[in-house]
């Protein structure tokens, strides 16, 4: 598929109701949680996206459990009423982003009782092949609103810049918020060939920026 020019990115938000989608997992979770709320993508695999989320819920005995659609990877921070979590989507609307297509997913997206709302950066020929799949999985039980925003307004930005990205997700995986810590910034800093203070800067202004988003302090 031929690329086409940033200035001809697209906006595009597809809503599907919860009646809509009842046979899809997402209309499953809405009884543990409140919210689902897509924050940034790590990586996708043949099974899904991996990314960060917030979750939202009443009883926090919610992220223990086991779910169709939804892994939790990682709880990276949490409160009595939402936490933050690096997790794996493998429901059908998530599989179909593992195709080759110029699109990805940007906020707001989320799930909530009313449904689905999943907000999109693109190209119109992906946009076109996207609501053929879309109906093919949920029929006419969706809506969808079109805009020609250019990729450089804010509604487009991504949370974390590559290097945030880069250098949160090794601290994952290296266990840098376990408790107790696995793992040093200075740890972090030697794998990927950084400063100790660059990590550090890294790390703070991730997580300002993904706290400030969720309304944690």
């Not at 598929?1 to 599907?16: A, D, F, P, T, W």
């Not at 809509?20 to 043949?46: C, D, Q, R």
């Amino acid at each position: 598929m031929e690329k086409e020019e940033g200035s001809n990115l697209r906006y595009m938000q597809i809503h599907i109701s919860i009646d809509s989608g009842i046979n899809l997992p997402g209309s499953k979770l809405i009884n543990f949680f409140s919210k689902v709320e897509f924050l940034s993508t790590i990586e996708k695999n043949s099974k899904g996206l991996i990314c960060y989320a917030s979750l939202e819920f009443d009883n926090p005995d919610a992220l223990s459990n086991t779910y169709e659609g939804l892994e939790i990877i990682k709880i990276l921070s949490k409160n009595n009423s939402s936490a933050l979590t690096k997790t794996h989507l493998t429901g059908p609307v998530a599989r179909l982003f593992t195709d080759d297509l110029d699109c990805w997913w940007v906020t707001p997206s989320h799930l909530t009782s009313s449904g689905m709302t999943l907000s999109l950066q693109g190209t119109k020929n992906s946009f076109q092949i996207l609501r053929n799949k879309f109906s093919e999985l949920v029929g006419n039980g969706f809506t969808v609103k079109i805009g020609q925003e250019s990729i450089r307004k804010p509604i487009s930005l991504k949370i974390l810049n590559f290097k945030q990205k880069l250098v949160l997700d090794n601290a994952i995986k290296m266990g840098y918020y376990n408790r107790p810590r696995e793992c040093t910034q200075r740890d972090i800093a030697k794998i990927l060939n950084l400063k100790q203070s660059t990590v550090c800067e890294h790390l703070q202004l991730a997580e300002s920026k993904i706290f400030n988003l969720m309304g944690i302090e």
